[in-house]
Every structure is written in structure tokens, then in C-alpha cells.
């Protein structure tokens, strides 16, 4: 028997920032680590940086339509 297992659209949501919110962690951890080192140069840190902002930015966008509108 096949059983389909179907996600709504919350629980996918919720995922997808879960996952995000991991890579944004990841990214700190880099440029955090290039940084102690100083092996790396300014163009890839600001790169990294830049993705970091990006993710952010989704994560932001994802909070927003998870979180219900409150008329005050």
C-alpha cells in the first residue's frame, strides 16, 4: 500500500526557513573562521557577507508570512 504523506503549506514553510535559517548559521560560522585566520581576502569575505544579507532577507520574507496579521 503507498501511503502519501502530503505537507500543508505551513509545515513546508516552516521547513524551508528551518533550512535558511541553518545556512545563515553555517555562513556566520565561516566568514567568522576566515576572519580569526586572515586567510581571507576582502573580496570573498564581502561575497560571503553578501550571501549572508540574501538569506536573511528570505528568512525575513518566509517570518512575515508565517506569523498571522494581528489587527490591533
Do not use: F
Not at 566568514?31 to 532577507?57: F, M, N, P, S
Not at 528570505?58 to 498571522?68: K, N, S, Y
Amino acid at each position: 500500500m503507498n501511503a502519501k504523506v502530503e505537507m500543508d503549506k505551513t509545515e513546508v514553510l516552516r521547513l524551508k526557513l528551518e533550512v535558511l535559517r541553518r545556512e545563515h548559521r553555517d555562513l556566520d560560522e565561516a566568514i567568522q573562521a576566515l576572519h580569526e585566520k586572515g586567510t581571507a581576502d576582502q573580496l570573498t569575505l564581502r561575497r560571503l557577507k553578501k550571501q549572508k544579507l540574501g538569506l536573511k532577507d528570505r528568512i525575513a520574507v518566509l517570518e512575515d508570512r508565517l506569523t498571522p496579521d494581528i489587527i490591533a
